[in-house]
T-cell receptor
């Protein structure tokens, strides 16, 4: 069975600080995808990134970066120089199967950026 | 182009009543997923359609829940004899999946959800 754990329920940081959101996953498959989604107060899920299990290169997109480490089954997300607009709930998710790309989500981390 | 739409946006019902939630996927998307998000939790998978057929309904919590997609486009999630514990946001997502290899992952696009409240 697959499982995604986001141990940080809530995080608050002052604007312009860096913040890292942790994600640990469990799967028996050797091929899988990992995701991060943002859910702002409006409620709609916004896709941020997808990584496949064969690609452990870290990725940077503007102020966002992701660190994927298979050795520790972790896929952490860092926001640099945080802004108030980054306030949201962030979900890490896992997809295992060919043909059925259903997502298993973590419980989310509520991030609050204090102006 | 239009994204995934869901109606109604909000539904309030009484315990024991029957409800239907509708999802209009992105035009041409063959795969459709339903998820349920309870307060303070991440979305949980309910059912997956490929075309008209339910390819995986392992997430449906019990036989009060049923979903259809008769023409391979619009889907309806049906809940009988609603209970207070059914209160949640029901999310729908679609993708253009037509069978894939590991590289060509098909992105899921989520709708805004239907907030169901059972009194």
């Amino acid at each position: 069975a697959q499982k995604v754990t986001q141990a940080q329920t809530e995080i608050s940081v002052v604007e312009k600080e860096d913040v890292t959101l942790d994600c640990v996953y469990e799967t028996r498959d050797t091929t899988y995808y990992l995701f991060w989604y943002k859910q702002p107060p409006s409620g709609e899920l916004v896709f941020l990134i997808r990584r496949n299990s064969f690609d452990e290169q870290n990725e940077i997109s503007g102020r966002y970066s992701w660190n994927f480490q298979k050795s520790t089954s972790s896929f952490n997300f860092t926001i640099t120089a945080s802004q108030v607009v980054d306030s949201a709930v962030y979900f890490c998710a896992l997809s295992e199967s060919f043909g059925n790309e259903k997502l298993t989500f973590g419980t989310g981390t509520r991030l609050t950026i204090i102006p | 182009g239009a994204g995934v739409s869901q109606t109604p946006s909000n539904k309030v019902t009484e315990k024991g009543k029957y409800v239907e939630l509708r999802c209009d996927p992105i035009s041409g998307h063959t795969a459709l997923y339903w998820y349920r998000q309870s307060l303070g939790q991440g979305p949980e998978f309910l059912i997956y359609f490929q075309g008209t057929g339910a390819a995986d309904d392992s997430g449906l919590p019990n036989d009060r829940f049923f979903a259809v997609r008769p023409e391979g486009s619009v889907s309806t999630l049906k809940i009988q004899r609603t209970e207070r514990g059914d209160s949640a946001v029901y999310l729908c997502a679609s993708s253009s999946h037509v069978g894939r290899d590991f590289i060509s992952y098909n992105e899921q696009f989520f709708g805004p959800g239907t907030r169901l409240t059972v009194l």
